[in-house]
């Protein structure tokens, strides 16, 4: 794959994911300093990111959702939404011309600088911040207030919460799988523990095989790698097309490390990017997938769509 597209898979990664253990948890409802008081239910809606608009669908705004951002692609009524420009460069022309009540966006540079433009002009923005699974939860909490969705908020708050407590008591006695997931193959490049996609690992029965980096995604030598006695590789797919190619790709491309437990074993695992990547309420399944690669014994595949590739 191009060098570029593995980058901006990493930027992406770092954009949305930082990561914390599940007994944070407990502090969900804690709400984002980004919180304004929103004068009346909106009626006429725009995201700026994907997990935005996934969060807006999953608290039944569909038909208030006039306008999403270009990479908004599930669930797939988003298709059928006006694009308002990219994730990194929302079109503030576009947003205006759809005439929101509320706009929602992330706190990252590129959008904060929408949102002030937005905001001067008179209309209404909710800025949430969500690198955490805490975050995440408080961003719903928060997304479902401005909108006059408080309990359709606070049940999917509690479904997230209870079905992470539910995979945590299936895997309680499971031993740990240590987890090699990269990011970039050429060069090397991997998640630290500093990140969510860590936390992830942890949450699904794992642990990271990389120990403690500088880092949030550190490149990694040949030396590093045979080392870490990594015993499941996981690389996120570049995109949904071709993905038995990419399995594939994937396999030929460790094959150069016979010795290393995951390639020995023949646990190498191409995963479907958004629903592992995309922090937002599809958090669960996405865990599950990892989950499965993981413990497969413990775990049962859920043929919906989003699995990995074998």
């Known amino acids: 794959m191009k060098k570029e597209w593995y980058t901006y898979f990493v930027l992406f990664a770092l954009l949305l994911c930082v990561g914390v253990f599940v007994p944070l948890l407990i502090n969900f409802n804690k709400p984002s300093q980004s919180l304004k008081k929103i004068q009346k239910t909106p009626e006429r809606i725009v995201s700026l990111a994907p997990n935005l608009t ?98 359709h908020a606070a049940q999917l708050v509690e479904n997230i919460h209870n079905r992470l407590n539910d995979l945590q008591s299936k895997l309680v006695s499971a031993d740990k799988v240590k987890v090699l ?53 996981i690389q996120s797919a570049m995109g949904k097309s071709n993905m038995a190619e990419q399995q594939k790709a994937s396999e030929r491309f460790w094959g150069r490390w016979p010795n290393l437990p995951a390639v020995k074993n023949n646990k190498i695992y191409v995963v479907e990017p958004d629903t592992v990547v995309r922090l937002g309420p599809r958090l ?19 043929h919906n769509g989003s699995q990995q590739t074998r």
Do not use: M
């Open 284 to 302: 669960c399944q996405g865990i599950e997938l990892i989950a499965h690669c993981l413990h497969p014994d413990i775990i049962r595949r859920k």
């Open 181 to 233: 997931w990269v990011v970039q193959a050429e060069p090397l490049r991997v998640a630290g523990r500093d990140t969510f996609i860590n936390e992830l690992i942890e949450l699904a029965g794992g642990e990271n095989a990389i120990g403690q980096t500088i880092q949030q995604y550190p490149p990694i030598s040949t030396e590093e790698l045979l080392a870490c006695g990594a015993e499941t590789i």
């Open 54 to 151: 996934e969060i807006l669908f999953a608290l039944g705004l569909d038909e208030k959702i006039v306008a999403v951002s270009n990479d908004s692609d599930y669930p797939l009524k988003a298709a059928n939404k006006q694009k308002i420009g990219t994730f990194w460069q929302p079109n503030t022309e576009a947003i205006i011309a759809s005439k929101p009540e509320l706009v929602v966006t992330l706190w990252f540079e590129q959008q904060k600088a929408v949102a002030d433009s937005l905001r001067r002009l008179g209309y209404q923005v909710l800025t949430v911040r969500i690198e955490k699974i805490p975050e995440l939860l408080a961003a719903i909490q928060e997304i479902g207030t401005a909108t006059g969705c408080q309990q």
